[in-house]
């Protein structure tokens, strides 16, 4: 397929430690080996973030603002975000029960402009916790008139309680993985190689669906290797 015929997918993402970055450039890469031409556009914070924050109280403090949807002004968009896609990756982490503080600056902002009649699958990583943010998240896209036809979300694979735990520790520069008691339950922040595989599977699905132009709605992304296998998560 030459690059006038290729069907074009845009990524557009936040990424605060870099867990989303790397399911991000997985997918883009499925995408494509199957032959779609993908476009990368990373949000960034007019004020860069520093990860992990200074100390457990600027940790609380940042839990609580992002409850109430705190927005993050984003630098613009580069041109190459106007041209015309067969579908938009939407994608970014969970910030207490909510989209990131980039990604609703982005909506705000940019929302109709980019999204409106535009195809859409949001992208989530989270630590486990995501449903609120994925209703809330489909309801500002429709309201941007995006029709949304599918989700990706890939949750952190540890256990509870030392998901939670480890989390919060990572955030506030802690490293639980290494502390005697919390190591033995919590070996890693973030998702592991498998699950990036599994993004990479998802992405080259994405490129033969809307080669063969399939609907997009029948792939089937809730994998137990995305941690959302069981109806009952979150
Ligand atoms: C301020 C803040 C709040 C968070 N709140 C949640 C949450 O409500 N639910 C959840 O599952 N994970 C939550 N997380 C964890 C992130 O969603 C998770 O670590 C994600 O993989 C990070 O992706 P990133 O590296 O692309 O930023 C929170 C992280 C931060 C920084």
Request: charged share 20%; aromatic share 8%; hydrophobic share 35%.
């Amino acid at each position: 397929m030459n690059s006038l015929t290729a069907k074009k997918v845009l990524l557009i993402y936040f990424s605060l430690s870099g867990q989303t970055s790397s399911l991000v450039a997985q997918v883009a890469n499925g995408l494509r080996d199957t032959g779609i031409s993908t476009t990368i556009e990373r949000l960034r914070p007019v004020t860069p973030m520093q990860f992990p924050f200074k100390s457990v109280p600027s940790t609380v403090l940042m839990m609580l603002l992002t409850f109430f949807r705190k927005r993050i002004p984003i630098e613009p968009l580069s041109p190459k975000c106007q041209d015309s896609y067969d579908l938009i990756i939407l994608a970014g982490p969970t910030w207490s029960y909510h989209p990131s503080g980039p990604v609703l600056s982005l909506l705000d902002r940019d929302g109709r402009d980019l999204l409106s009649g535009q195809t859409v699958i949001p992208l989530i990583s989270c630590r486990g916790y995501w449903r609120m943010h994925w209703y809330g998240l489909c309801s500002l896209l429709k309201k941007h008139d995006a029709s949304v036809v599918n989700s990706i979300i890939f949750t952190h694979p540890s256990k509870e309680p030392w998901r939670t735990i480890g989390v919060f520790l990572k955030l506030s520069g802690k490293s639980p993985e290494k502390s005697k008691i919390i190591g033995k339950h919590y070996c890693k922040y973030g998702h592991v190689k498998e699950q990036q595989k599994e993004a990479c599977r998802f992405g080259a699905e994405i490129g033969k669906a809307l080669i063969d132009s399939h609907p997009l709605q029948n792939l089937n992304f809730q994998t137990p290797l995305t941690g959302c296998s069981a109806k009952t998560t979150s």
